[in-house]
């Protein structure tokens, strides 16, 4: 067994409580690659963020679980040792859906992990996620469980139709399964198509009537938001421009992102915006250069790109630049 701290991790509880008072929230980053994973380090270092680095079960199975174990060790050296940064780092589950997955990650040095029962019944889901937190608070790992589905499709998260997450139910589902933080479904959704729109129509807002009974409900505690990027109008408009296909792609205005950051969540999963950002500059240098073909001169400018959108999410959305060393020094 691979215990987190021995890679210099930590797990989400200070972040959660830090986020809470000081009105942020903390990105959850999913990577999958080595272009990914330096960008996200070298964005959150740049920006002093907190950051949670995050792996779907796909990207664990895509990458191997035994190299992304040590690319998150050599992350969290290369914030230390080259880049001169204290932030804090998880390396968390994403979308985790058996205890058995759950373990896994945290045997194998996985510093949190979410277990996703929401497609279940509210009992069964209870029951499941009961029995990820029971084995990972042994080790000191922190458990992100979720009420509500959210629709779309991101990696193996598949769902045609959204729930909204039932104030009423978050009160029993913590107590009883004893997670620390929660993921609620507000009117987000995964993927880079989260709203059908009429062109020219904005995206419908965000529940945050919902977000804020739960927030009267559980005073306090960790929430979480999934299926949050904001699709970036500019890197799709580069995507179609050289030979993509993504005229429907919208995403969640950056104006609501923050207005639920400043409340009760806490952290905010980006996915689809980074893979738009790295896919938008790796068609422009095709479509530019047709003859080149060594990977370091399309997949270096894609990372340097999202180096410059991680700072801006951090610093103009979430909030969270400037608060990794004040979290680092926390008891």
Not at 42 to 71: F, H, W
Not at 81 to 106: M, Q, R, T, W, Y
Not at 173 to 187: H, K, P, Q, W
Request: proline content about 5%.
């Amino acid at each position: 067994m691979v215990n987190y701290k021995e890679l210099g991790l930590v797990n989400s509880r200070n972040m959660f409580k830090k986020a809470i008072d000081g009105g942020f929230a903390v990105p959850g980053y999913n990577f999958n690659n080595m272009e990914q994973i330096q960008a996200i380090i070298r964005g959150c270092a740049e920006s002093d963020s907190p950051v949670i680095l995050q792996v779907s079960k796909g990207a664990r199975e895509y990458a191997n679980q035994t190299l992304l174990r040590n690319m998150a060790r050599g992350a969290v050296e290369m914030a230390r040792n080259d880049l001169g940064s204290k932030i804090p780092i998880v390396l968390h589950l994403d979308h985790g859906d058996s205890f058995e997955i759950a373990k896994s990650c945290i045997d194998t040095g996985f510093s949190s992990v979410m277990i996703d029962g929401s497609s279940k019944s509210f009992e069964d889901n209870i029951a499941l996620t009961k029995q990820v937190v029971e084995y990972a608070h042994e080790h000191d790992v922190t458990v992100e469980g979720e009420l509500g589905v959210l629709a779309g499709i991101e990696d193996e998260v598949s769902h045609e139709l959204s729930h909204y997450t039932k104030p009423e139910e978050v009160e029993e589902f913590v107590s009883r399964t004893g997670v620390d933080s929660l993921a609620i479904s507000i009117g987000t959704s995964h993927g880079a198509y989260k709203f059908k729109v009429k062109p020219g129509d904005p995206p419908p807002q965000l529940r945050l009537d919902i977000l804020d009974e739960v927030a009267k409900r559980l005073p306090g505690f960790p929430i979480v938001l999934h299926g949050a990027s904001s699709v970036l109008p500019e890197y799709v408009a580069i995507i179609n421009k050289f030979g993509g296909k993504m005229e429907d792609a919208v995403g969640v205005p950056e104006d609501q992102i923050r207005k639920a950051a400043s409340g009760a969540v806490c952290k905010v999963n980006i996915d689809s915006d980074g893979r738009l950002v790295m896919t938008a500059m790796i068609r422009k240098i095709f479509a530019e250069k047709p003859s080149e073909f060594d990977p370091r001169k399309y997949l270096g400018p894609a990372r340097e790109e999202l180096i410059k959108m991680i700072i801006r999410k951090n610093t103009e959305v979430l909030a969270s630049s400037g608060h990794g060393l004040e979290i680092s020094n926390m008891k």
